[in-house]
């Protein structure tokens, strides 16, 4: 099955940098990118997704990069704000249609220190 | 917006006893899901339901649990016999019809399990 390996696992830093999540996935039939963001006590939210058709999308401070040859994908946050903090988790998903089996990453904790 | 609601936001529960955790998955929707995070772990597959059954489950998803869509309205998930690695929050969520191709899991807000 997929594997999708993230880090970094902790990731502080300070209003109006970038931060940059690295992600892994095993399985070569994976065609469906999403992420989420977590909030305290409150489940996944999606904040951007890329498709393998597809190497770039950008929406507005977020980014996204898809090297499918390396099977590694990116998000990229820019000019982070206080409430850019949350837990930040990838995904792969071989799906078709409405289906979609996601396997997430573990997880990456991003502070955002005003 | 529409939203997936889940029931209860967190129970707490004696090891041996069932549990029935409930959702509302999006009116439209026809693919729902059960995924759990256990504290400080990443959120993990555990069964996907369509069309009245089970089209996929992980193998975390073993004979003590149980999908159910009892109505037009509600998907289900029962826990026959808890055990203690059993606690963790638990994730509904769905998806749309085929067709549209839009990919997006909707997840609820979690309802958070406690086996003693």
């Known amino acids: 099955g997929e594997n999708v390996e993230q880090h970094p696992s902790t990731l502080s830093v300070q209003e109006g940098d970038s931060a940059v999540i690295k992600c892994t996935y095993s399985?070569?039939?994976?065609?469906?990118f999403p992420w989420y963001k977590q909030e305290l006590g409150k489940g996944p939210q999606l904040i951007i997704d890329?498709?393998?058709?597809?190497g770039e999308k950008k929406d507005q401070r977020i980014a996204v990069t898809l090297n499918k040859t390396a099977k590694h994908f990116s998000l990229h946050i820019t000019e982070t704000q206080p409430e850019d903090s949350a837990v930040y988790f990838c995904?792969?998903?071989?799906?078709?249609?409405?289906?979609?089996?996601?396997?997430f990453g573990i997880g990456t904790k991003l502070q955002v220190i005003p | 917006e529409p939203e997936v609601t889940q029931t209860p936001s967190h129970q707490v529960t004696q090891m041996g006893q069932e549990v029935i955790l409930r959702c509302v998955p999006i009116?439209?929707?026809?693919?729902f899901y059960w995924y759990r995070q256990i504290l400080g772990q990443k959120v993990e597959f555990l069964v996907s339901?369509?069309?009245?059954?089970?089209?996929?489950k992980s193998e975390i998803f073993d004979d003590q649990f149980s999908v159910e869509r009892p109505d037009g309205s509600n998907f289900t998930l029962k826990i026959r016999s808890t055990k203690l690695e059993d606690s963790a929050m638990y994730f509904c969520a769905s998806s749309e019809q085929p067709g549209l191709n839009t990919g997006e899991l909707f997840f609820g807000e979690g309802s958070r399990l406690t086996v003693l």
């Open positions: 339901f369509y069309n009245n059954e089970i089209s996929e």
């Open positions: 890329i498709r393998s058709n597809v």
């Open positions: 399985d070569s039939a994976s065609n469906y």
């Open positions: 995904a792969a998903s071989e799906g078709s249609g409405g289906y979609q089996k996601v396997t």
């Open positions: 009116s439209n929707h026809l693919y």
